[in-house]
């Protein structure tokens, strides 16, 4: 049902004659692909300093919140400037994205990000006067910012693997893979 309601909307994105310009025009995809890579260069540059202080593994003499504080800004930018830009990738070529295995991890993997950012982001402010000037921040928060590291790398890795199709529809797969990967057409032949 869901693998329906997906494929249903991406193949409306797929109808509209913006996707069609951006996946067809000589240039703007590749500068939407760019646009994307540069900011999540800068997005998770200022998020790995801001784990690895919070991991007790770098700058462990500035204080917590000063690095938190300064790097927050640019972060938030690039990181917006990344979720639109991802967003217009996905609308240039939604059908084949949608059916993508990959994509649909690293839909999971960018929820489980969030969320973890959410409650770690909580837990640091409202804890952050405690243990500000310490070497090793509590426990709680390493793992939060181990976790951190953890689900954008497989982000990363994943958003990486969209662009091969090791697990296209067209391929003959499994039915779990079929499952997986939302090929509702494939999965229809096999009932």
Known sequence: MLNEILLSLARWLDSQS????????????????T???????????????????MLGWAFDKVPASTIANRLDKPM????????????????AIPVRTTQSIWFR?????L???GINAF???????ASASSWDLDPIPPKRIRVGAGLSLLLWSGVVITGRAIAYDWFD???????????????V???AAFQ
Do not use: N
């Open 169 to 183: 529809c067209r391929r003959e797969l499994p039915y779990v893979m079929y499952w997986a990967a939302g090929c």
């Open 111 to 113: 929820i489980l990000a």
């Open 105 to 109: 991890t690293k839909v999971i993997l």
């Open 35 to 53: 646009t994307h890579v540069l900011s999540l260069m800068i997005f998770l540059g200022m998020l790995c300093v801001i784990d690895l202080r």
């Open 119 to 125: 409650l770690f982001r909580a837990k640091m402010q």
């Open 76 to 91: 938030m930018i690039g990181f917006a400037i990344m979720l639109i830009s991802g967003f217009l990738l996905y609308y």
């Open 18 to 33: 913006w996707s069609t310009q951006i996946h067809e025009s000589i240039y703007l995809y590749s500068w939407i692909e």
């Open 185 to 187: 057409d494939e999965m």
